[in-house]
């Protein structure tokens, strides 16, 4: 169906706007770009990759893991790739995450991702997994992890509860309000 064919594609056109993204400012960020300003922009990229993926994997189970655009270009095998298992599709939107989380810095301008965004959806990917393929109960070690990383955002990133809930739904309030990370 054309929705379904849009949102995947609208998922992978963030993967691949990721990628692209984290592979210039590897190879082609100038010397007066500083080494924090290179770190944020990759660790945000980072996050919104895991965020595709995450939603890719919930959606359609096992999906390709295009790591470098430019690796398949190059190697003309972007028609040929395999789907990932979905333990593994998982297991590489944590590894993104936690690396994210080391290059992100603990705030950063309104609006924009810092290293409590990362842990927050760290926490929501550990929750989703825990009840994968499982039935009827969930995977202890999963929900500790999602415990444990929602317990970091609450008790350090100095986000606090939007005190009228009816403004997340609100245009003029939802998108800027304390709550959002």
């Known amino acids: 169906n054309a929705q379904l064919a849009d949102a995947s594609n609208s998922l992978w056109l963030v993967n691949g706007h990721c990628n692209a993204v984290i ?11 500083s080494e924090a300003t290179k770190n944020t922009v990759t660790g945000e990229a980072m996050v919104w990759k895991a965020m595709a993926y995450f939603y890719l994997v919930r959606c359609w189970g096992a999906v390709p893991i295009v790591h470098s655009n430019s690796d398949i270009i190059g190697a003309g095998t972007a028609l040929d790739l395999y789907k990932n298992r979905v333990e593994d599709v998982y297991e590489y939107i944590i590894r993104t995450l936690n690396k994210a989380i080391t290059l992100l810095p603990e705030q950063n301008a309104s609006g924009r991702i810092n290293k409590y965004s990362a842990y927050a959806l760290l926490s929501k990917v550990y929750l989703t997994r825990s009840g994968w393929n499982q039935t009827g109960s969930r995977v202890q070690a999963d929900l500790d992890k999602a415990k444990e990383y929602a ?4 008790n350090e990133s100095g986000a606090t ?7 997340l739904f609100r245009i003029s309030t939802g998108n800027r309000n304390p709550e959002n990370l």
């Open 161 to 167: 509860l939007e005190p009228v809930y009816a403004n």
């Open 23 to 33: 592979e210039n400012i590897a190879t082609k960020a100038g010397p007066d770009v």
């Open 151 to 154: 317990a970091k955002v609450i």
